[in-house]
């Protein structure tokens, strides 16, 4: 009875409450390309890129996001909206491609589809009700996860912080685990 409950739980959470799950299934699937992937050492180098791509995105953006406090229109944020969602899809690509499994590629593609469009639904509805005009002008200026070429004709914000990078979301320590998972993938090159 306890497992049913427990699966019905879960059901329930992944169609109402993704949000709990999406950093969870994220770290899972790194780790699971990781231990079993069979890398081949051009698609490991170039799946390498674009984690390094990733992680380089992921932390130019938590050390400008003020969550919360202020509308981040600055660094990446004025080139798109979700840049550390665009960092998650890069380095989950970079190490689908490093893994050299084929079956990555669509297990990837349907956790994105399953997380991702109710993530930034939800973070743009929030976003939207606190900082109300100026959200909207950013929006029609700035795309959710196709970087703008030119960067937003408002961009306003401070510098990058490290500090800021790693108490906001402990970035740094995220990126060296993806790089703990990356050269331990490596280890099996052919």
């Known amino acids: 009875m306890a497992i049913a409950f427990g699966v019905q739980r879960f059901l329930h959470d992944i169609r109402y409450h993704r949000e709990r799950y999406r950093q969870f299934i994220g770290i899972s699937f790194v780790i699971l390309v990781s231990v079993v992937g069979e890398p081949k050492q051009l698609l490991f180098y170039a799946g390498g890129v ?10 130019w953006a938590s050390g400008r996001i003020k969550k919360n406090k202020a ?4 660094g990446p944020y004025a080139y798109v909206r979700h840049p550390l969602y665009v960092g998650n899809i890069t380095l989950g690509f970079g190490f689908a491609l490093a893994s050299g499994l084929w079956w990555s590629f669509p297990l990837l593609i349907l956790i994105l589809l399953i997380f991702y469009p109710q993530a930034i639904h939800q973070e743009d509805e929030n976003l939207h009700s606190m900082f109300k005009k100026d959200w909207e002008q950013w929006r029609k200026e700035t795309r959710a996860l196709i970087p703008r070429i030119s960067h937003y004709r408002t961009a306003r914000g401070g510098r990058w912080s490290f500090m800021q990078s790693l108490r906001q979301n402990g970035e740094p320590i995220i990126a060296l685990f993806l790089l703990f998972w990356l050269f331990f993938l490596s280890l099996g090159l052919h």
Not at 71 to 74: K, M, S
């Open 50 to 59: 674009l984690v390094f791509l990733g992680i380089a995105a992921r932390l």
């Open 71 to 74: 509308l981040a229109t600055d």
